[in-house]
């Protein structure tokens, strides 16, 4: 890139995502090809400081591809991906971390062989001191409704115990946004509801959120805005009330055929 372009990217994520902004994040003509196959396909998406969006679509509409290029775990084919002021779309993961970016993945990727303690010790070794690692490990535990656990085995902590864990240890690290990838898939009502509870409110304590989930009760139970995203691009975006009378999303759901994600799609070199 010349100096010339990064002069302009870096103009352009001020502009967008700056102070004098309420935009956290923003992308601009997002694109994702796997071969012959576009996953996504000129996606502009903004979320505001301290907004809670839910992300929702059939199978196959490029969701989990999408989160997959905000963190930096795919590199784009085209477009920009800005953040708080800055161009993060060549930034590695790590580098997105440390801008205040974190995420969860549908399948809880905690320590299992390690004591809930240990698990939050390893993303706190980022953040803080050894002096503040006892109270900041029991703090976050209280407000996750863990504390008793503290010293199980995460192994053999419940299904929705280990999403909880897993949420907490992404807070850790601070972050201004969180990307959650279906967060209640597989579990109880009542997890479901915990999980709802919580994560209303970490919003209200200024997190910004952008939640994948089918399941449509639970986003209209945490959901500021919706989003819909059907074949790689953005089908529609409003309120849950609006999203769930417009016939049209009605249309894509009931006419989804059951295909496995693009990403999946595309094979192997989908994950390179």
């Given at each position: 890139?010349?100096?010339?372009?990064?002069?302009?990217?870096?103009?352009?994520?001020?502009?967008?995502?700056?102070?004098?902004?309420?935009?956290?994040?923003?992308?601009?003509?997002?694109?994702?090809?796997?071969?012959?196959?576009?996953?996504?396909?000129?996606?502009?998406?903004?979320?505001?400081?301290?907004?809670m969006r839910c992300?929702?679509?059939?199978?196959?509409?490029?969701?989990?591809?999408?989160?997959?290029?905000?963190?930096?775990?795919?590199?784009?084919?085209?477009?920009?991906?800005?953040?708080?002021?800055?161009?993060?779309?060549?930034?590695?993961?790590?580098?997105?971390?440390?801008?205040?970016?974190?995420?969860?993945?549908?399948?809880?990727?905690?320590?299992?062989?390690?004591?809930?303690?240990?698990?939050?010790?390893?993303?706190?070794?980022?953040v803080a001191s050894?002096?503040?690692?006892?109270?900041?490990?029991?703090?976050?535990?209280?407000?996750?409704?863990?504390?008793?656990?503290?010293?199980?085995?995460?192994?053999?902590?419940?299904?929705?115990?280990?999403?909880?864990l897993e949420i907490?240890?992404?807070?850790?690290?601070?972050?201004?946004?969180?990307?959650?990838?279906?967060?209640?898939?597989?579990?109880?009502?009542?997890?479901?509801?915990?999980?709802?509870?919580?994560?209303?409110?970490?919003?209200?304590?200024?997190?910004?959120?952008?939640?994948?989930?089918?399941?449509?009760?639970?986003?209209?139970?945490?959901?500021?805005?919706?989003?819909?995203?059907?074949?790689?691009?953005?089908?529609?975006?409003?309120?849950?009330?609006?999203?769930?009378?417009?016939?049209?999303?009605?249309?894509?759901?009931?006419?989804?055929?059951?295909?496995?994600?693009?990403?999946?799609?595309?094979?192997?070199?989908?994950?390179?």
């Open positions: 890139m010349s100096v010339h372009d990064s002069t302009i990217k870096t103009t352009a994520a001020v502009d967008e995502t700056g102070a004098g902004t309420n935009r956290i994040l923003q992308t601009r003509g997002l694109v994702k090809r796997f071969g012959g196959l576009t996953a996504i396909d000129d996606v502009d998406f903004a979320v505001e400081e301290g907004e992300l929702i679509g059939p199978n196959g509409a490029g969701k989990s591809t999408f989160l997959k290029l905000i963190t930096g775990r795919h590199a784009p084919s085209d477009g920009s991906v800005y953040y708080d002021g800055a161009d993060i779309t060549d930034l590695d993961s790590y580098e997105r971390v440390d801008q205040g970016i974190s995420i969860k993945f549908q399948v809880p990727s905690i320590y299992p062989e390690l004591t809930v303690r240990q698990n939050l010790r390893v993303p706190l070794q980022r050894r002096s503040e690692y006892d109270e900041r490990t029991e703090a976050t535990l209280e407000q996750f409704d863990l504390l008793e656990e503290i010293d199980t085995v995460a192994a053999n902590l419940s299904h929705g115990q280990q999403q909880r907490g240890m992404a807070m850790t690290l601070e972050p201004d946004l969180m990307l959650l990838d279906e967060p209640v898939a597989g579990l109880s009502i009542e997890e479901t509801e915990e999980i709802a509870e919580l994560l209303v409110e970490l919003n209200d304590e200024g997190v910004a959120f952008v939640v994948i989930e089918h399941d449509i009760d639970f986003v209209a139970s945490i959901a500021d805005r919706v989003t819909v995203l059907h074949q790689g691009e953005i089908f529609t975006e409003g309120s849950i009330e609006d999203v769930r009378a417009d016939p049209e999303v009605k249309r894509i759901y009931l006419g989804e055929s059951g295909e496995a994600d693009a990403e999946e799609r595309a094979g192997p070199e989908a994950d390179h």
